[in-house]
């Protein structure tokens, strides 16, 4: 019972692992023996990632791609089952926030954030179950959102994507699940990020926040890494289709 927690000798693939909530989750699985492959855009940022987790004596591989590229994921899926090893834990963790009214959205705003947050989901899950599938064995975490359930104002995009992705998890559960392969998802409350960096400066707002809280305050960052560990281990092999809200008690008050 010790080891259901433990992580070594597994692989995991996080998506938007360079900075924020990504490079967190990479950080606390490394710390529970797991072998890291951090992905993001931008090839300085996910190296200078991957250096940090080296410097710490993890063992880590930058791989940068554009995960709403499906002829880049398969690419690069490919490449790492073949010369890194077998994904064993696949992390949707890549997502945007564009913020106006919904009577002045951009298109363009629009689509980008339906493209990252939810069309890249699917195109991940897609071309890495299909490694999973044969070896009967994975775990595939999606970071959901708060407006997997709620919607706020001028955010509307943003909430369609993250309830997009919540049925995806439930969706990708029952085709997959057949395969022992769990999918699951994580919905954060709100935490103090670089996302909402805005937002816990706004005295307002945070005075609000604490108020619709029950915990009666805003989230860390570190207290996101026990969910991804849990659902990342054999302690979650019989949990699937599920999604783990942190939130500190937000989504059950009135």
Known sequence: MKNLFDLQGKRALITGAAQGIGF????????????????????EKALAAVDKLHQKGFRAHAIPFDV???????TNISLIEEKIGAIDILINNAGIQ??????????????????????????MIQEVSKYMVKRKAGKIINICSMQSELGRDTITPYAA??????????????????????VNGIAPGYFKTEMTKTLVENQQ???????????????????LI?????????????????LLFVDGGMLVSV
């Open 161 to 182: 994507s993250k309830g997009a992705v919540k049925m995806l998890t439930r969706g990708a559960c029952v085709e997959l699940a057949r395969y022992n392969i769990q």
């Open 68 to 74: 709403t590229q499906k002829t880049q994921i398969e």
């Open 205 to 223: 707002f945070t005075q609000w926040l604490c108020q619709r809280t029950p915990a009666n305050r805003w989230g860390e960052p570190d207290e």
């Open 24 to 43: 967190l989750l990479a950080n606390g699985l490394a710390e529970y023996g797991a072998e890291i492959i951090v992905n993001d855009i931008t090839s």
């Open 98 to 123: 564009r913020r106006h009214p919904i009577l002045d959205f951009p298109e363009k705003d629009w689509d980008d954030v339906i493209n990252i947050n939810q069309k890249a989901v699917f195109l």
């Open 226 to 242: 026990g969910s991804a560990v849990f659902l990342s281990s054999k302690a979650s092999d019989f949990i699937n289709g599920h």
